[in-house]
Antibody
């Protein structure tokens, strides 16, 4: 059974750095073709793709947020970490992590975690 | 960056009717790496279709996907009450792996 779960702060202040952890089970991020990505969704709005890390440590970022994002993996712990610097109220959103199967799109998702940016 | 446009924005239909949702890409989608997701309020998205036309595991056969290049379609042959939701397309063949703005299917 494949599961993913996001964890991190629910409230951050403007200018702070957000660190989110995706802890997964049921698959390995050392398997060829597999990746774990982050997607966010502001309240009432559409999904926005943020970043993706592949089994071979190849990393991809949204161009509009690239300067603020860092994605890393710890294969031994089955975790992927996303950091986002200089948080702003417009970054308030539910943040999801998802497994990117080789050719399947994002076939498994975490439940999401709501992050509010406010002073 | 590939920009995805979905139409219509809202589709008002009755249970039993056929739903046809469109997703258009600003440039050709690599290897037909186009997915469709369903999202209900308070829930994470669920993968319905990948590779433009392949149903994900456990997805009923009333859901079908078609298209290639820049034009893609999701069809729900007969709407069930649980199908009223928001549907997103996503291209995952090139980075950034963009999503469309969504189509809301609501009850007429």
């Amino acid at each position: 059974q494949i599961t993913l779960k996001e964890s991190g702060p629910t409230l951050v202040k403007p200018t702070q750095t957000l660190t989110l952890t995706c802890t997964f089970s049921g698959f390995s991020l050392s398997t060829s073709g597999v990746g774990v990505g982050w997607i966010r969704q502001p309240p009432g709005k559409a999904l926005e793709w943020l970043a993706l890390i592949y089994w071979d440590d190849d990393k991809r970022y949204s161009p509009s947020l690239k300067s603020r994002l860092t994605i890393t993996k710890d294969t031994s712990k089955n975790q992927v970490v996303l950091t986002m610097t200089n948080m702003d109220p417009v970054d308030t959103a539910t943040y999801y992590c998802g497994r990117r199967g080789y050719s399947y799109g994002y076939d498994y998702w975490g439940q999401g975690t709501l992050v509010t940016v406010s002073s | 960056e590939i920009v995805l446009t979905q139409s219509p924005g809202t589709l008002s239909l009755s249970p039993g009717e056929r739903a046809t949702l469109s997703c258009r890409a600003s440039q050709s989608v690599s290897s037909s790496y186009l997915a469709w997701y369903q999202q209900k309020p308070g829930q994470a998205p669920r993968l319905l279709i990948y590779g433009a036309s392949s149903r994900a595991t456990g997805i009923p056969d009333r859901f079908s996907g078609s298209g290639s290049g820049t034009d893609f379609t999701l069809t729900i042959s007969r709407l069930e009450p649980e199908d009223f939701a928001v549907y997103y397309c996503q291209q995952y063949g090139s980075s950034p792996q963009t999503f469309g703005p969504g189509t809301k299917v609501d009850i007429k």
